[in-house]
T-cell receptor, first 115, second 117 residues
Framework: KQEVTQIPAALSVPEGENLVLNCSFT??????LQWFRQDPGKGLTSLLL?????REQTSGRLNASLDKSSGRSTLYIAASQPGDSATYLC??????????????FGKGTKLSVIP | GEEVAQTPKHLVRGEGQKAKLYCAPI?????VFWYQQVLKNEFKFLIS????????ETGMPKERFSAKCLPNSPCSLEIQATKLEDSAVYFC???????????????FGPGTRLTVL
């Protein structure tokens, strides 16, 4: 059964700093990995999806990398802003027990960017 | 629509009552997924559909939970005889393609917060 771990659970940084969020997964047989942000009381906003054949994806100040063989993904946020404060979740997309596809989520990293 | 819509936003039920949640996927998306978020960030997969066909329901407590996606109607998740432990936020997500192709980016709705008293 796939397990996804995110470290650290919480992170507080001053505005302008570059930062890295980590995600690890136990089963490397994944189809893709998706990063989300969740604001308090809100739904999930998809940030980036990396297919298993890809090494990284970039969107604006965000860069996500994937190393399938070592079971790791990182989300790099450049020049952090207070508006980046949220919980960041990674989810691996792979086979469920029934053989179909589903996302398995980590517990998230709560990011606070201090002005 | 361009976003996944979920109704209602909040739902309060007494233990033993029925609860019904609705989800309208993004137009053109064939795949719908339901997830349950409990205890802050514990996401549990419940069920997936391709159009109106159930793909995988292994996450559903079948004795009380049921779900449908019928043509030209919002998808629904129904809980008969709710229990205290059903209190959670229920998220619906849709995708244009299935994830086994590597893409299959899922887009989530805002969720329905169910409180069982």
């Amino acid at each position: 059964k796939q397990e996804v771990t995110q470290i650290p659970a919480a992170l507080s940084v001053p505005e302008g700093e570059n930062l890295v969020l980590n995600c690890s997964f136990t089963d490397s047989a994944i189809y893709n990995l998706q990063w989300f942000r969740q604001d308090p009381g809100k739904g999930l906003t998809s940030l980036l999806l990396i297919q298993s054949s890809q090494r990284e994806q970039t969107s604006g100040r965000l860069n996500a990398s994937l190393d399938k063989s070592s079971g790791r993904s990182t989300l790099y946020i450049a020049a952090s802003q207070p508006g980046d404060s949220a919980t960041y979740l990674c989810a691996s997309g792979g086979h469920s027990g029934a053989g179909s596809y589903q996302l398995t989520f980590g517990k998230g990293t709560k990011l606070s960017v201090i002005p | 629509g361009e976003e996944v819509a979920q109704t209602p936003k909040h739902l309060v039920r007494g233990e033993g009552q029925k609860a019904k949640l609705y989800c309208a996927p993004i137009k053109g998306h064939s795949y719908v997924f339901w997830y349950q978020q409990v205890l802050k960030n514990e996401f549990k997969f419940l069920i997936s559909f391709q159009n109106e066909n159930v793909f995988d329901e292994t996450g559903m407590p079948k004795e009380r939970f049921s779900a449908k996606c019928l043509p030209n109607s919002p998808c629904s998740l129904e809980i008969q005889a709710t229990k205290l432990e059903d209190s959670a936020v229920y998220f619906c997500a849709s995708s244009q393609t299935y994830g086994t192709g590597g893409s299959g980016e899922q887009f989530f709705g805002p969720g329905t917060r169910l409180t069982v008293l």
